[in-house]
C-alpha cells in the first residue's frame, strides 16, 4: 500500500485505533474487534514489548492500515517497517526518524504541542500532525491552530472520547486517535464502541 493510500484511508475512517494489550492475543483480538466495528486503522504501540510480533500478526489481516506508535527513534521504526506497519506514530518529533519514514516513503506523523514544532515537522516531510496529549488543548485549540497554518492535518491523540469527538471533527482534524475509551471492555463492547467512533465521525463530516 502506497503512502497516498495509507493516508487517504486513515483520512476516510477519521479514527485510529490505539491498541496496547497485555500479551500478543489480546492485542490481536482487540484490533479484530476494532475492525469489525469499521475502525481499520489500527495503531501498536511500543510501549507493548511484543509490539513487533502483533505488527507481523495483523499484517497478515485484509482491509486494514497498519501502523506502529510510541516510536522514539529511527531503529524502532525500522523494525516496525520490515515488520509490515505502514505509519509511524511518535510521542514527540524526531528528525532521523522523519528521514527514515520519507526514505521508504511511509508516513510518519509525530507527536507536537507548539507550532514551531509542527512547522518543523512539516518542514521534514510529515504528512499528519499528532496533536499530543489533546486533553490538554481541547477542540477549541484546533481552530487557533489553522488560522496561521489552514494546511496543517491535525490527529488529536488523548483526550478523544465519543463525547467530543464529533467536536474534533468539526473544527476541523484529519482523524481522531483513540486508546482506551476505545479499547476497553469485552471484545462486543469494543466492536459496539467503534460502530458509535465511526458514525459520529460520519455525522459531524456531514
Given at each position: 500500500m502506497k503512502k497516498f493510500e495509507v493516508l487517504k484511508k486513515i483520512s476516510d475512517v477519521?479514527?485510529?485505533?490505539?491498541?496496547?494489550?497485555?500479551?500478543?492475543?489480546?492485542?490481536?483480538?482487540?484490533?479484530?474487534?476494532?475492525?469489525?466495528g469499521g475502525i481499520t486503522a489500527i495503531?501498536?504501540?511500543?510501549t507493548n514489548p511484543m509490539a513487533t510480533e502483533i505488527i507481523k500478526?495483523?499484517?497478515?489481516?485484509?482491509?486494514?492500515?497498519?501502523?506502529?506508535?510510541?516510536?522514539?527513534?529511527?531503529?524502532?521504526a525500522r523494525i516496525a517497517i520490515m515488520a509490515g506497519a505502514r505509519y509511524i506514530v511518535s510521542p514527540g518529533f524526531d528528525i532521523e526518524t522523519a528521514k527514515l519514514c520519507n526514505r521508504y516513503q511511509v508516513a510518519y506523523m509525530p507527536g507536537c504541542m507548539t507550532i514551531t514544532e509542527m512547522i518543523k515537522?512539516?518542514?521534514?516531510?510529515c504528512d499528519i500532525i499528532k496533536l499530543f496529549p489533546g486533553s490538554a488543548f481541547g477542540p477549541s485549540f484546533i481552530k487557533s491552530i489553522k488560522a496561521p497554518l489552514p494546511q496543517i492535518n491535525i490527529m488529536p491523540t488523548g483526550g478523544v472520547n465519543l463525547e467530543n469527538v464529533d467536536e474534533w471533527i468539526k473544527n476541523g482534524v484529519i482523524a481522531v486517535g483513540v486508546g482506551g475509551?476505545?479499547?476497553n471492555g469485552t471484545m462486543e463492547q469494543i466492536k459496539e464502541t467503534a460502530k458509535k467512533f465511526v458514525e459520529k465521525v460520519r455525522l459531524a463530516r456531514g
Open positions: 477519521g479514527v485510529v485505533a490505539v491498541i496496547r494489550g497485555d500479551s500478543i492475543g489480546d492485542a490481536v483480538n482487540i484490533s479484530k474487534a476494532c475492525i469489525a495503531e501498536v504501540t511500543y500478526k495483523l499484517s497478515k489481516e485484509n482491509n486494514i492500515v497498519l501502523g506502529a506508535g510510541t516510536v522514539l527513534d529511527s531503529e524502532t515537522a512539516m518542514e521534514s516531510g475509551q476505545l479499547t
